[in-house]
């Protein structure tokens, strides 16, 4: 009752948010000038100074080459740290240099926004590291993906492109920055710790000894859920008391999360100059949440069977991997707004979830249409409603047009390219894994295939959440996810992008009466059936053969 | 090679803007405010330290009230679950062994009231909380060990009982390390 109702306040508040949020990012990357440029000019001009940056309006191809080429900067400046790590100063735990495979794992992790971490990060990464390789890789990588995002729907309204690193440099200072650095705050006041001293060492009731892992946690988590990056500072992340002291914190991580993912969506309606285009997909996306939520907390709800049977009192629900002050409610709720957001943090262990609960944030980031991470997120909506439109054309025999301009064969090639990339990145990898090291998979039967899957479609969405199970800190487990992260990431940018090239660039088509609108509640349904239909077609039978199989095998 | 010089160039001013600037200022500003919270919630006796307020620690004796299982002994070092799945036997195995430890150290309490959280393994491995409910059922038992009344052991779990957030957000909670340094102090007089 009370979990219900706190869930219900919860989404109320997200969608109170959404949208002074949306038309907040709106004026944050308008072109023209705005009141914003008073509060924020200097220190950005000071900015592209230092960074040497001209700020005018580049082409697709430029902006997506700045893209590229700056993130690939980032990524070698911070492989570069992890690999020097134990001479750099900030270490006082005296932690080692991040070995040459792991560190490339990492990197990318980090700058696509996965933040699959196949370290450790009590033993496995210095404060330094902590500092200027993580968190400013979680400030840059969601900047980079709103920038993306801003660019594509810059295209589609016909507008110049804009510029990366203006875009960049805005995402930061005006979006990023001011809200994570006060969030910080607020949570340390929660008790997450934000300290460079070292490990404390205390002296147990019972007499033994116990060394807390602490450290800068509070600025990195405030980044880690507003830029949906997800990894976290301790290892299992937002369970960790430190990481996600009570049910207030927990509450404002989830609340950040969803801020940027749910606001894009208005700010695409004002882009476009009809807010009816975004709302559409809002409430679109909004459906499917809830019914996944539903699904989550009905599994979640119900003990393991197995253990139940024993003679416990199993009124809790599912508590395998959970913390108390969370519980079943506030767990599921989670797990559902971490892979609709493609966040990535967890409060508790999905690999323990029941079967059908765990199957939730695998369809979640399957379909990587529930709302989706910064800027991205939306791309990936966009691109499945331009699929609807085009389906919606071939129906009724018309060329089909998106926002008054002709969908034709180049733009619906490089969409067929991007809808094929992801399966092909989740299903052919997991197979490999399976066929040849079955050895680091740590459940037995149906769900040791769901813990691979898992793995291949969370870096493949660029979640970074993971069945944590998995023995996945081997070479092929770093090199497979690595490569698997980095083109699920910048292959769907770029094709989205030349996609939004290619419409710009055409003449506008006066709307007539044969128009198929897509603001409207049919777009809208015609939207979610293209989404659920070219997801169930592509991964049904990898979640028969994994959750579902292990579901039906629960027995008492 | 432009875009190279001044990708290079952004990316360093970033990573001074928001890795140094950002987590400094913030440290700094958390540790001038906050000093108990900023650097862990620890809980000091004589200048020792005990423990955090918000990190479980292990209490295996019967005088103890115990925990949430923890596959890494609550090393706070690090932190971890062994992420059983539902089907995997090694978890009902465990279970079963929970049953029959309970069954042994608390016979006078069935394991019909015994709620699940204290015999599953905590997400962190550290949970510093358990469940009123996982609290009460262990009074007869800390009773008998400590040799304090059952109504006084009750008065003390429902004083450390830490309601839900606002009265609506996350579970009603016993914080374990809490609860252990009062009965302490309650077995000393």
Known sequence: MMAGLSIAITLLLVLLLAKPAGLYLYRAYSLEPTGLDRVFGPAERLIYRLGGIRPGSQSWKAYAAALIVSN??????????????????????????MEPRLAFNTTISFMTNTNLQHYSGESGLSYLSQMIAIVFMMFVSPATG?????????????????????????????????????????????????????????????????????????????????????????????AHPFENPDAISNLLQMLLMLLVPTALPFAYGKLVGNPKQGRVL????????????????????????????????????????????????????????????????????????????GMVPLMNMMLNTVFGGSG??????????????FLSGLMVGRTPEFLGKKLEGREMKLIALTLLVQPALILLPTAAALYAYPDTISNPGYHGLTQALYEFTSSAANNGSGFEGLGDNTPFWNLSTGIVMYLGRYVSIITLLAVAG?????????????????????FGAVFLGTVLIVGALTYFPSLVLGPIAEQLTLKP | MQLFASSLRISLVLMLLCGVVYNLAATGIAQTLMPHRASGSLIEEDGRIVGSELIGQTFTEPRWFHGRLSSIGYA???????????????????????????????????????????????GSGLDPDISPQGARVQIPRVSAATGIPQAELEQLVERHTAPRRLGLFGEPTVNVLELNLALREAASK
């Open chain 1, 282 to 357: 809002f409430v679109s996306m909004a459906l499917l949440f809830v019914v996944m939520l539903g699904v989550s907390l009905t599994a979640e709800q119900e003990a393991n069977p197995a253990i139940a049977a024993l003679g416990y009192d199993s009124g809790q629900g599912s508590m395998e991997g959970k913390e108390t002050r969370f519980g079943v409610p506030q767990s599921a709720l989670y797990s559902v707004v971490t892979t609709a957001s493609e966040t990535g943090a967890v409060n508790s262990m999905h690999d323990s979830f029941t079967p059908l609960g």
């Open chain 1, 502 to 522: 290619s419409l710009a660039a055409k003449k506008a088509v006066p709307e007539t009466i044969g128009t198929f609108r897509t603001d409207s509640a049919t």
């Open chain 1, 146 to 238: 709103l920038c993306a995002a801003m660019a594509f729907m810059r295209g589609l309204a016909g507008k110049p492109m804009g510029h990366f690193f203006v875009d960049l440099v805005r995402s930061i200072t005006r979006v990023l920055l001011p809200i994570a650095f006060v969030l910080a705050l607020v949570f340390v006041a929660l008790g997450v710790p934000q300290t460079l001293e070292p490990s404390a060492a205390a002296q147990t009731l019972e007499g033994g000894e116990q060394t807390i892992a602490r450290g800068p946690v509070a600025s990195l988590l405030a980044i880690k859920e507003l830029g949906n990056n997800g990894g976290g500072h301790m290892g299992v992340n937002s």
């Open chain 1, 72 to 97: 690939g900067v980032m990524l070698l400046l911070v492989y570069a740290v992890f690999r020097t790590q134990a001479y750099l100063p900030l270490n006082p735990s005296g932690i080692a240099n």
């Open chain 1, 376 to 389: 991205v997120g939306l791309m990936n909506v966009l691109l499945y409603a331009l699929m609807a439109v």
């Open chain 2, 76 to 122: 706070a070092d690090g932190s971890g679950t062994p992420n059983y799945a539902p089907s995997n036997p090694d978890l009902l195995e465990r279970a079963r062994q929970s049953a029959l430890d309970w069954q042994a150290a608390n016979p006078d309490v069935p394991l019909s009231e015994v709620p699940l959280d204290l015999v599953t393994n905590s």
